[in-house]
């Protein structure tokens, strides 16, 4: 078992779909000019127009650019989570985690909004921030600590030994805290409060307070995601090691049933000798000559 | 390289020459210096008059508003000099005694055009009328009403000779000096067309070159500010009139009173008293109001500071070369929302945040009635059913139709990829006509380049038109020329080889001349190819989006033979096709499926792919579809649904053409004697020809393709002659393969494995 999570998406579809649709989806809204629909606040859109329609919509499309940007960096550093479910369990649970974040959220800031006298939470954040910081939980509980270091604060070899060595201590995981910290703080107290609810949701989810992850699947796409090994071996053997390993690393019982009729990987020898060429390469070739 | 003394000195002389440019009035001689101060003198003296005017008053020496109509019914030869000796400026009344309008005039525009106010229930009128109007317009006359003197001051005229320092003085008339053709200061046509493009002034910038606008405005539930740019011109647009306006807009009463501005017409100061033409008794809170809306723009705007040279010529220009107008419009109210609804909607349009606004049911910008008067050319006009939408409301379409072209590009792009599958061999390729490609590429390539353009020119559409036109292009430039490339390199030994050969499939067996020529042919690199093609490309789309560009501006009849025929040409792109199918002769379907059932593999299918066909055909007709049979289309063009209908049948034919050439062989309308005899692979050898290959003593040949004997027929020697024809093939330099083996070469090239010439295609 490699320390690293394997570098690119090959063979992450799930953490794949996550990615190109964060882009993807905002990309077009910006393009179709209705960004807005992402936009989710109590006053006016709630009370006034009752456009209940915002609650399902907020987490689904970012309106600002930087939140993109984060998010995509996050769904990639969150691929060993797919890496240890399994793509047919993690999209079940990202599932999952969706829907309840969304019910929660939106729930809460109905109920607050009755409630209370005064507006005290108005605005929902927008971009899939709570089910990124509900799947935080997850990768914090499930990806073990590799190394950590430590930054000096203070000059060492000070003079003066007895002066407390003050220091700041990382770990590998610094890269993905640092950038669910700016995810938070990039919308304010909006940002802050649903992604802490969502974290509580993530934990509740991980527990079994609220139900789901371990039994319920998402129907239909399974035959999309757990391939059978013997539909394509000479594209799987390109990746043979990391397959290896994934097969002793899967705890994940559905998971481990789609590794569990693979073949072992063979030696290429026997194939194509010159590389595919692709329609893409084939094209970049005219203007490489 | 080097820079000595001298180089040095005259590249900061070119530095000067650039950067030395007229500052921000844009003066650059004394003699401007003067014109601009003169002009700014001029518009002092007047404000100060205007300043000291109440709503009871005559204009005093204020330019184009000295005389008023009487004055010229009274005395032809009368001079629009202040003070008139004869003259009243005390009093303000609204008739042709004090206006520059004739009473007649005047009670249209009181009767006809402007609405009288509904007492108990008064009508609504959107706040923001911005967009572009579309209708009619029609002369009422052109010589009923006397013509008003309006001098232009002489110190517009540009200097004499280079040592004038001083502008000349005093005033002149152009009665006598107007140019002699009459559209310029008359309209002669009866009937035409209107376009209104209203845009709202709300801020001013304070100084010249300033990046910083202020709102002016402190009575926007009242007044709005704006610039009305009016065209018109006859149907055939043989004479165009285009007028720039100031206009005032009355939120409460939904009217308009635009008036042009010019050397000879200072019309911002006319506004407080013509907006005033509706009662017999002129309102005094009116008056003031709109003075101090003409005092706000004028202080925000730093009127006389921010003058440049460029305003004093465009002030000269129109005065010279156009009539002054002044237009009267009333607004069809919007009874149907209230306050809070308009408030919301224009709200959404200007920041849209998914309001429940119900903007598809907005309704149009109506211009209920409208009469355009000329003072100084006598001219009446009268508007006719003029509307359009609100200018957000059109982005919104545009951009929905834009979206909807992102789609068909995307799937022409499919589309492309799965023919070029198709066709993955060289033999394959060579099948398809250049000429086809070509013009779907032009077509694509000048979609992009025009999409570009606008672009720039539509920033509020920028990111959906600049999408299109990176699809476009990607359509067009790589995936698209990378196909030609393909295509001209497999066809490139056809060169220099007549129709008759071409037909033949074959190099003249017994002109060794030709034949040798042939097999020197030197096939050139892909790159050099590319490096050609590309080179073509942007060439032709660049002068084909250039004659594009400018045949817009032709007047309409050359226009639309140019774009009626533009379009058939460019929808003929399946003729090349059929022909280049004919040339290369596949054969009929029947024939093609038993060849396959019987498991020879033969490099016969159709070239184009159904699908193919099919969908660019659709692609590529559904926006002129649009275009020609939906008459509110968004880029207003006309309708013409025989043109529409014509032309889907021309496709159809050319489809049709190509279905039959594929069901029944691409030559069935060649007559049998025309098609001559095709090179053949499959034919029988001599034996002293054998002989020349080294054949072995069982009348073998080794194929140097897989290194095994083929068995040979030769005429010569009977015991051969079980030996079936189709099992090896003969190529035109000699060579002998075996069937199987030199198809399957002639896949990735069309030059014979051993001595490299050229090989007719199959």
Known sequence: MSMETPTGLYQFPVTKLCMVSTVAVAFAASVANCKYIFLARYDPFISEYRQYSRYLLFQLGCVNETDVALIVLLWYQFRNLERFMGSYKYISVLFVALIYTTVSLAGLNLLLNILLPGKIWNSLCTGSLPLILAMFHFYKEYTPQIYEFDILLTQPWSKSINKKQRKWKLNDQFLVNGLVVMLLLNQGFAGIGCGFISWICGIFLDKGLFPGVDRWRLPFIKKLLVTDGNSNPSTEALDGSSQDEDRDRSTDADAGAAHENESFPVDDEAGNDEPARPLGVQFLDTFRR | ?762
């Not at chain 2, 001689?29 to 109440?54: D, I, P």
């Not at chain 2, 009665?175 to 209104?196: A, C």
């Not at chain 2, 060579?430 to 979609?447: A, P, Q, R, T």
């Open chain 2, 1 to 762: 390289m080097e820079i000595d003394g001298n180089t040095l000195i005259f590249i900061i002389i070119v530095l000067f020459l650039f950067f030395s440019s007229p500052g921000g009035d844009g003066v650059s001689s004394q003699y401007e210096f003067n014109q601009l101060q003169e002009l700014r003198t001029q518009w002092n003296v007047e404000y100060k008059s205007f300043q000291g005017m109440n709503y009871n008053e005559n204009f005093q020496n204020i330019t184009g508003l000295k005389l008023a109509y009487q004055d010229i019914i009274d005395d032809e030869s009368v001079n629009a000099t202040y003070p008139l000796p004869s003259k009243d400026y005390s009093h303000w009344s609204q008739d042709q005694k004090y206006a520059i309008l004739p009473d007649e005039v005047i009670s249209q525009v009181k009767n006809n055009v402007w609405t009288q106010e509904n007492a108990d229930k008064p009508d609504l009128f959107p706040p923001n009328i911005t967009g572009t109007l579309r209708g009619h317009i029609e002369l009422v006359s052109n010589d009923k009403y006397s013509k008003l003197p309006m001098p232009i001051q002489r110190f517009y005229d540009p200097p004499s000779e280079f040592s004038d320092v001083s502008p000349h003085l005093g005033d002149r008339y152009l009665g006598d000096e107007w140019p002699p053709f009459s559209e310029l200061h008359n309209v002669t046509f009866d009937n035409g067309e209107l376009s209104v493009q209203v845009s709202h002034v709300d801020r001013v910038y304070d100084r010249l070159k300033g990046n910083q606008q202020t709102y002016f405005n402190s009575q926007t539930d009242r007044w709005k500010f704006l610039n009305l740019r009016l065209d018109f011109s006859d149907k055939t647009e043989h004479e165009k009139h285009s007028l720039l306006t100031d206009a005032v807009y009355d939120v409460q009463h939904g009217r308009i009173l635009a008036m042009t501005q010019s050397a000879k017409f200072h019309s911002l100061f006319a506004f407080p008293h013509y907006m005033n033409l509706e009662n017999a008794i002129e309102s005094e809170d009116t008056f003031n109001s709109l003075k101090k809306l003409i005092n706000e723009y004028w202080n925000a705007s730093n009127f006389v500071d921010t003058l440049t040279m460029n305003d004093l010529q465009d002030w000269y220009d129109s005065a010279v070369y156009k009539c002054e107008y002044v237009a009267f419009i009333q607004l069809e109210p919007w009874n149907e929302y209230t306050p809070d609804q308009l408030k919301m909607i224009d709200d959404e349009l200007n920041w849209p945040l998914g309001r429940p606004a119900n903007l598809s049911s907005v309704p149009l910008i109506n211009l209920q009635s409208g009469l355009l008067y000329s003072p100084d050319c006598g001219i009446q006009l009268k508007f006719n059913n003029i509307k359009g939408k609100r200018y957000e409301i059109q982005m919104r379409s545009i951009r929905a139709h834009l979206l909807f072209g992102i789609g068909l590009f995307v799937t022409q792009i499919y589309l492309l990829l799965c023919q070029m599958h198709h066709t993955n061999t060289p033999s394959s390729v060579s099948k398809l006509s250049f000429y086809s490609l070509s013009m779907i590429n032009l077509v694509d390539g000048s979609l992009a380049t025009l999409y570009f353009i606008a672009a720039s020119i539509l920033p509020e559409l920028y990111l959906p038109l600049v999408i299109s036109s990176f699809a476009c292009f990607i359509l067009a430039s790589i995936f698209e020329t990378r196909y030609l490339i393909l295509v001209y390199a497999s066809q490139f030994n056809e060169r220099n080889v007549g129709l008759l050969t071409l037909l033949r499939r074959s190099n003249n067996d017994n002109n060794d001349g030709t034949n040798t020529e042939a097999a020197n042919t030197v096939i050139p690199d892909e790159a050099s190819i590319s490096g050609t093609l590309y080179g073509r490309f942007f060439f032709m789309l660049i002068s084909f989006t250039l004659l594009t560009l400018s045949s817009t501006s032709w007047p309409r009849k050359i226009r639309m033979i140019f774009e009626y025929v533009t379009i058939f040409v460019l929808n003929s792109y399946w003729l090349p096709q059929i022909f280049r199918n004919a040339i290369k002769g596949t054969l009929p379907r029947r024939s093609r499926l038993r060849s396959e059932a019987l498991g020879i593999q033969r490099q016969n299918k159709m070239p184009l792919l159904w699908k193919f066909i099919i969908g660019t055909t659709i692609i590529r007709t559904l926006p002129v579809v649009y275009v020609f049979t939906y008459s509110s289309n968004v880029f207003r063009h006309h309708k013409d649904v025989r043109f529409v209908v014509v032309l889907c049948l021309y496709l159809l034919f050319q489809i049709a053409v190509l279905y039959s050439q594929d069901i029944l062989g691409s030559r069935w309308f060649l007559p049998k004697l025309a098609i001559p005899e095709g090179y053949s692979y499959h034919k029988p050898m001599s034996a002293q020809e054998l002989m020349e290959h080294g054949s072995s003593v069982d009348h073998t040949v080794d194929c140097a393709i897989c290194m095994s004997e083929v068995p040979v027929y030769v005429e010569d020697v009977p015991e051969t002659h079980k030996v079936d024809l189709q099992t090896y093939m003969t190529t035109p330099c000699g060579h002998v393969f075996h069937t199987q083996c030199l198809e399957n070469w002639m896949s990735y090239k069309l030059q014979c494995p051993v001595c490299r010439s050229p090989l007719p295609p199959l």
